[in-house]
């Protein structure tokens, strides 16, 4: 009788250390393989997945900042070619 109360005990723990294991892998996928090479940041133990990222704000030139590089372009070109005119 003693060593079937003892067997018992052993699958109820059994049981809830299976419950607690599954607890703390939800919602991460257990693989028997890792991949090459430094591990995502989310994988670093975040028992939640991360928040989605924020988009990029794209950023556009205004017609007046595209004719300000422009201007400065033609003025490096025009400096270069009386450079490289004087040097020959």
Known sequence: MALLDIL???DREIALLQQARALLTQG???SGKRKAGR???SSLG????PASP???KVRQLT???RKKIAE???RRWAAQRKAA???K
């Open 63 to 65: 017609p007046e900042g």
């Open 72 to 74: 400065a372009v033609k």
């Open 46 to 49: 975040s028992a939640t997945p």
């Open 54 to 56: 924020a988009k990029k």
């Open 28 to 30: 991460t996928a257990v």
């Open 85 to 87: 005119a004087t040097t």
């Open 39 to 41: 591990p995502r940041k």
């Open 8 to 10: 018992a005990g052993i």
